[in-house]
């Protein structure tokens, strides 16, 4: 039985509807959040010394990085779906939509976030943290445009990762300024299992 261990409010949903989509059999093991810290609660380090969410056990395997738990679940599961043929520029796109997520989407996302949560002026940060966000957000714009997913006009693992950064944009308030993102989010929400992953998130959280 695989086991998700998920924590509110993180990118562990982004794998539960990865899950519904695969239609594997899979219990959820919930975490909340500290109400104070907004930090992961430290019955997380059990299943992984560094106490983050989401974590996958299949069996024997313990997988961390919800990039990596796609690709292993994509591959393990999929049967060829979700994933371009491989050595097709399909798949090269793929990549690298699979890693922007985490890292040129998320990073900009990230400082904004720390910025308000300290609530503190900044000399640079929170500048840098806008200006990154359009720059980068208005990139993912263009690229969608004409386009009901990133890559192949299919769902695919980049569409799993990059829900995320939907999510995050709505919870910012800002996702009107990217007409594009904001009709691909309605795109991904057509599909019945986001909407099951999302009141799965709202029951465990």
Not at 42 to 52: F, Q, Y
Not at 108 to 115: A, E, S, Y
Not at 176 to 205: M, T
Request: proline share 5%; with cysteine; charged share 25%.
């Amino acid at each position: 039985m695989i086991k998700l261990h998920h924590l509110n409010q993180s990118r562990s949903k982004r794998i539960i509807w990865l899950l519904e989509e695969l239609g594997v059999d899979y219990e959820v093991v919930p975490y909340l959040r500290d109400n104070v810290s907004f930090l992961a609660p430290p019955e997380l380090k059990s299943i992984h010394p560094l106490g983050k969410s989401p974590v996958l056990e299949d069996d024997d395997e313990v997988v961390i990085e919800s990039g990596a738990i796609t690709e292993y679940l994509i591959d393990k599961y999929g049967d060829g779906r979700f994933v371009p043929q491989r050595g097709t520029k399909a798949y090269t796109q793929y990549l690298q939509w699979m890693h922007f997520a985490e890292s040129s989407a998320m990073v900009p996302l990230l400082l904004k976030m720390f910025v308000a949560k300290d609530g503190t002026p900044t000399n640079f940060l929170a500048d840098y943290a806008d200006a990154e966000t359009m720059k980068v957000m208005g990139y993912v714009d263009e690229c969608l445009e004409g386009k009901q997913y990133l890559v192949e006009d299919r769902l695919t693992g980049a569409d799993f990762m990059m829900s995320f950064i939907v999510d995050v944009l709505n919870k910012f308030g800002v996702i009107e300024r990217f007409p594009n993102i904001q009709r691909y989010g309605a795109q991904l929400a057509s599909h019945p299992s986001l909407l099951k992953a999302e009141a799965l998130e709202v029951k465990y959280g």
